[in-house]
């Protein structure tokens, strides 16, 4: 009975579609639903499956679209939101603000977003309270970690920079206020570049890297005077990338 109602008020519509909005179709087809047959959201769905055999091809594609890019501005309108993933990172890695992308402590620490695209661009702001202590830090993308990692990184005589830390470089001499860039363009070499405070460094290069990777960073020990955070949207960049093709870190599902 249900079919054969919907099916009857269809051939209404096709006959004086210019005259009926699409809408009010809709509301007959789920108030006659949820009327008759209330108790399952299955037969609404098959609701839906019938419009799409009687419906012109044209209206049909039409509606989807305009909930697709009702969607898709929904969707863009929610800034991109990335911390520091604690379970990726040493346990000596200490997060230092609410907002969870600020770091301090020593070791490694990864941020919770791949990196997916061909081109991007992230900084790293670093904080020191003792204006005499100039540190060495590395910076660039690092692989998937986890606990077993660091377990046996605890374990090994093999210095902790040395572990994690291939596809990163250091950037010496670090003061308070410093932005450390990392440029990233996957199809060309090198693949990773780092900027101090805007400036290109020569022996910050990376030529090539493998795998999913994240955006990464190695503090020293003795790194509760340091902390340094993670800046991936461009509305927040102080320096910003180097060149037009770098977009900010987007993560994967924002891609598709």
């Excluded at 990196?115 to 900084?123: A, F, H, I, L």
């Amino acid at each position: 009975l249900l079919v054969e109602t919907l099916h009857y008020q269809l051939l209404l519509y096709r006959r004086h579609q210019d005259t009926i909005p699409r809408d009010n179709l809709y509301t007959l087809v789920v108030t006659k639903s949820t009327n008759k047959q209330a108790s399952s959201i299955s037969k609404m769905g098959l609701c839906c499956s019938c419009i799409g055999r009687f419906l012109p091809f044209c209206d049909l594609e039409n509606l989807q679209n305009e909930n697709s890019t009702s969607d898709e501005l929904a969707g863009d309108s929610v800034p991109q939101v990335h911390s520091i993933d604690t379970a990726m990172s040493a346990p000596s890695i200490a997060i230092a603000s609410e907002t969870e992308n600020e770091v301090n402590g020593f070791g490694l620490a990864l941020a919770d977003v791949s990196v997916e695209q061909d081109r991007t661009y992230w900084e790293w702001q670093i904080k020191a309270g003792d204006p005499s202590y100039c540190p060495t830090l590395m910076f660039g993308v690092s692989n998937k970690r986890n606990s077993k990692f660091y377990e046996i990184l605890a374990e090994s005589t093999i210095p902790p920079e040395k572990m994690g830390t291939k596809f990163m470089c250091s950037v010496s001499n670090l003061k308070d206020g410093d932005v450390v860039g990392v440029a990233v363009q996957q199809s060309e070499l090198p693949m990773i570049q780092l900027y101090l405070n805007g400036e290109i460094q020569d022996e910050g290069q990376v030529s090539r890297f493998r795998g999913t990777v994240f955006p990464s960073v190695y503090l020293p020990p003795g790194g509760s005077a340091i902390s340094a955070t993670f800046l991936y949207r461009e509305d927040q960049f102080i320096h910003g990338p180097p060149s037009p093709v770098l977009e900010p870190l987007i993560a994967e599902r924002s891609l598709m």
